[in-house]
Every structure is written in structure tokens, then in C-alpha cells.
């Protein structure tokens, strides 16, 4: 996995964060704000959280707050409209799905429209695994 993914990176828009903390959707997005990344939330349903605006979708973020990141908390087949908006907005270097998501048709629907796909990896793990072997 490429370690420049997170340090080429500035902002997260996390699709699917949830206000409740017991979510790991925000508790993945909490982890991020703390080591200096800015996070976008996109949930049709919240107006905030973690004290930043919330969006109701990636296309509704403003064109000038550049989107380096979309970690996606949705089910797999909620997935394929989510690369389409990714895909729409452009600049966008990678899409992470999170731990237990991921479809055939996501990948393929990725792989064709040159999006840089992770599928089923906790983007916090790995983030803490990266940093953990940087500091050894």
C-alpha cells in the first residue's frame, strides 16, 4: 500500500459519518482530525460534525476546498453512486471503503474511470500501522 496516499494528503470528506460516537465512522474521522487532517462530512441527514459543515453529497462540497480523500462508510451496494460523484467532481486521488465494503463492480467501475481504489482496509489502521513503522 502506498504510504504517499496520507502524506500527499490534507482533507478527508468521509461519506456515511454519523454524529454518534460510538460509530466508527466517527471515530475513524475523530482519529483523523487529531493527527491534522481536515474532514468533510457528507451525510444528507447532519448540518454538522465534528464542529465542521456537513454536506448531504461530494458534489455539494465547494469547488475550492480541495478534496484529497473520500473514505466511504456505506454498504457495497450503496458504493457505485459515490464513485460516479468521485468521478464527477475530478481531483480526487483516492477512495477508500472501508473494512467489509467492496463490490466487483465498484473495482471494476474504478479501474475503468482511473480512480485509485482501496476496498475493504480500515483507513485508520493502516494510518496507525504507517506511522508506527515511520517511528521505529
Known amino acids: ?16 459519518l454519523s454524529d454518534n ?8 474521522a475523530t482519529y483523523f482530525q487529531k493527527q491534522g487532517f ?3 462530512p457528507v451525510n444528507p441527514k447532519l448540518k454538522e460534525v465534528l464542529g465542521e459543515k456537513a454536506y448531504p453529497d461530494l458534489l455539494s462540497i465547494p469547488k475550492e476546498i480541495k478534496v484529497d ?14 464513485l460516479k460523484e468521485v468521478l464527477k467532481r475530478g481531483g480526487i486521488s483516492t477512495v477508500w471503503l472501508q473494512e467489509g465494503v467492496g463490490s466487483q463492480e465498484a473495482e471494476d467501475f ?7 481504489l482501496v476496498s475493504n ?9 504507517t506511522q508506527e513503522f515511520k517511528n521505529e
Open 38 to 40: 481536515r474532514i468533510i
Open 21 to 28: 460516537p460510538e460509530k466508527h465512522s466517527y471515530k475513524v
Open 1 to 16: 500500500m502506498n504510504n504517499d496516499i496520507f502524506e500527499n494528503s490534507k482533507t478527508i470528506a468521509v461519506i456515511g
Open 110 to 116: 474504478a479501474k475503468k474511470s482511473d480512480i485509485s
Open 121 to 129: 482496509f480500515c483507513m485508520m489502521e493502516v494510518h496507525r500501522n
Open 69 to 82: 480523500i473520500v473514505d466511504v462508510f456505506r454498504r457495497s451496494d450503496e458504493v457505485l453512486p459515490h
